[in-house]
């Protein structure tokens, strides 16, 4: 833990005891407010191989296009994590154009070139359904860390595809939540707080959400991915998602953490292989 952080902790666990309230919403602004990052080298490249598009005046999309045949016009959406981007899920493009795929990766609210200043899991699984109105139909949604929590609520407000891939993403949004409080030092007061106006935000409590989803069983065909050593999101949130997607496939890894894990060769073949065998059609 840094020292900044240990200071900043301090501080929340003063002003939890004396101005809960104060510090509950402060704290709801800090999580609401993604920072942005320049992009990688890597990534520059991979912008200049795809195409830019607006999904509307505020949310941007880029999409690599096969030169494979692909006449049943296949595609697959890519949604990366909180302070993430795009292009950062670039990995996996090169195996899916390989197999025929189009691939669109969204840049999600208040992240990479779409506008904004503040995010949240519900505009991200907004978000994924308004591409789907843009693109059609997904045949398969990759998501990673907050993008892969996104793809399931998505799912529990109605969206259809054939496969999914699901790595290192949290299933439990009162979790998230939690844990973030449980890092910036909120005391058990603050917290509920905390929570609440982050439901009051969002249009829907965290509990009522993770009760929407833990009720949901989905048997779409799914490749759960997640590192046994994931700082960031615990490795037991599988324990959620193989709950909920109940026609699911678990690969645990070791040593690669919360973002290492999106450039393993181990995953990447998994992936590949996965999306490689023959489609199981669950939706109309």
């Known amino acids: 833990m840094s020292l900044a952080l240990k200071f900043f902790r301090l501080k929340n666990q003063f002003t939890s005891f004396f101005a809960p ?24 490249k991979a912008e200049e ?22 006449p049943k016009n296949k595609i697959v959406l890519l949604a990366h994590g909180w302070e993430s981007r795009g292009t950062q899920m670039y990995g996996f493009v090169p195996n899916l154009l390989e197999q025929g795929y189009h691939v669109v990766a969204v840049d999600m609210p208040a992240h990479g070139h779409s506008d904004g200043d503040k995010s949240d899991p519900v505009k991200f699984a907004d978000t ?24 399931g609520m998505a799912i529990c407000f109605g969206l259809l595809c054939h496969k999914l891939v699901l790595i290192s993403g949290p299933a439990s949004i009162e979790n998230v939540l939690n844990n973030f409080a449980k890092l910036i030092g909120l005391n058990r007061k603050a917290t509920d707080l905390f929570l609440h106006y982050i439901g009051q935000h969002v249009g829907i409590s965290p509990n009522d959400m993770d009760k929407k989803l833990l009720n949901m069983k989905s048997d779409i065909p799914t490749l759960v991915i997640h590192d046994e050593n994931d700082l960031e999101v615990p490795f037991n949130e599988t324990n959620y998602t193989l709950s909920i997607f109940t026609n699911s496939e678990l690969l645990a890894t070791n040593g690669l953490g919360h973002r290492k894990i999106l450039k393993s060769d181990i995953v990447l073949a998994k992936v590949n292989s996965f999306l490689h065998d023959t489609l199981i059609t669950n939706c109309a």
């Open 21 to 44: 309230t104060w510090t509950a919403k402060k704290s709801m602004n800090i999580f609401l407010t993604p920072r942005r990052h320049q992009p990688k080298v890597w990534e520059i």
């Open 49 to 70: 191989l795809g195409e830019r598009i607006n999904i509307n005046k505020n949310i941007s999309a880029i999409k690599w296009n096969t030169e494979q045949p692909n």
């Open 128 to 151: 994924i359904m308004l591409a789907e109105k843009k693109f059609g139909k997904f045949d398969v949604l990759i998501g990673h860390s907050m993008g892969a929590g996104a793809i």
